[in-house]
């Protein structure tokens, strides 16, 4: 299935999508792929919001842009990876038999499945601005964010693999 519509299939049913991804077998290039993917779209999703704080504050919006995108492109992978090992040991101590792939791929996809609520509260931020719209889709996408993780690391770390659908 592409990606698109992994996506979408992701919002009916997180475990399902990820069993599916879990069963390609551990391939770190596509991992990287999803993680690089989803930070791009973050970016992209960031620059409304950046050109009003630009606009607003008579700041250079190149300068802004910039320090977004080294944040972003470079900073971020190393952040999530990181929080996937942390994931990793977290679900061994709880005494899921998942290897640390299944983290990563948790965490990665999750972040990209969650990319078209990030494009949304970065338009919410530029055009609107603070206020409760935007907090509401922030907390819109921190919740799926979550519920794809869990729903990830549970299929990857509990469910045996004989009973994945």
Do not use: K
């Not at 399902?16 to 991992?31: H, Q, S, T």
């Not at 190393?78 to 948790?106: D, K, M, P, V």
């Not at 907090?135 to 990830?152: E, P, Q, R, T």
């Amino acid at each position: 299935m592409a990606v698109t519509g992994d996506i979408l299939a992701t919002y009916r049913g997180p475990r399902r999508v990820f069993a599916r991804l879990l069963a390609m077998g551990p391939r770190e290039d596509r991992m990287l792929a999803f993680l690089m993917a989803g930070c791009a779209l973050m970016f992209i999703g960031r620059m409304p919001s950046l050109a009003r704080e630009a606009h607003l504050t008579g700041q250079e919006q190149t300068m802004l842009l910039s320090n977004a995108l080294f944040g972003i492109i470079f900073v971020a992978p190393l952040a999530l990876y990181t929080l996937a090992l942390i994931l990793h040991w977290i679900a061994r101590i709880l005494r899921g038999e998942g290897e640390s792939h299944a983290a990563r791929l948790a965490l990665f996809w999750s972040f990209l499945a969650t990319s078209p609520l990030m494009l949304l509260n970065g338009l919410v931020a530029g055009m609107i601005g603070p206020g409760g719209e935007l907090n509401l889709i922030g907390g819109l996408w921190f919740s799926a964010f979550l519920w794809f993780v869990i729903s990830g690391m549970y299929q990857g770390y509990w469910v045996r693999p004989e009973v994945q659908a």
